[in-house]
């Protein structure tokens, strides 16, 4: 299946955020929302985002690798265990990213509308089998 045929994947999901920069989470909520998603946070603490992970019901989670000085990988280990897809949003690239979750999808940042879009639909498809 090609990404044109998967748009509607988007609409209606719910998506848990991760990002503590406060105009980067603003910016990601204006496209979420753009796609039809639901927002379901967001989450600027760790603490925070692993109550969340655990117990919010989400489609796909876009985590920020670095949230307030904290790596993020408690709270993607959580999301893991729940077999629910991730995407990785960092200024690092996908290098960055630890084992065992190298991959991941990633969107580097700065990244564009359509980047976010095709590489939550590829996770969501690709959790879907």
């Given at each position: 299946m090609s990404v044109d045929s998967n748009e509607d994947r988007l609409t209606g999901a719910r998506v848990l955020v991760v990002e503590d920069e406060a105009a980067i989470s603003m910016l990601l909520e204006d496209m979420l929302l753009d796609f039809g998603c639901e927002i379901v946070g967001p989450a600027a603490r760790l603490a925070t985002a692993l109550e969340m992970a655990r117990g919010e019901d989400f489609t796909v989670a876009i985590l920020d690798v670095n949230v307030a000085g904290e790596p993020i990988?408690?709270?993607?280990?959580?999301?893991?265990?729940?077999?629910?897809?991730?995407?990785?949003?960092?200024?690092?690239?996908?290098?960055?990213?630890?084992?065992?979750?190298?991959?991941?999808?990633?969107v580097q940042k700065p990244f564009s509308q359509a980047d976010l879009k095709r590489t939550l639909i590829s996770a969501i498809v690709a959790a879907q089998g």
């Open positions: 990988y408690p709270v993607a280990e959580a999301i893991a265990e729940r077999n629910l897809p991730i995407v990785f949003s960092t200024g690092y690239g996908g290098a960055g990213i630890r084992e065992p979750f190298r991959d991941r999808p990633v």
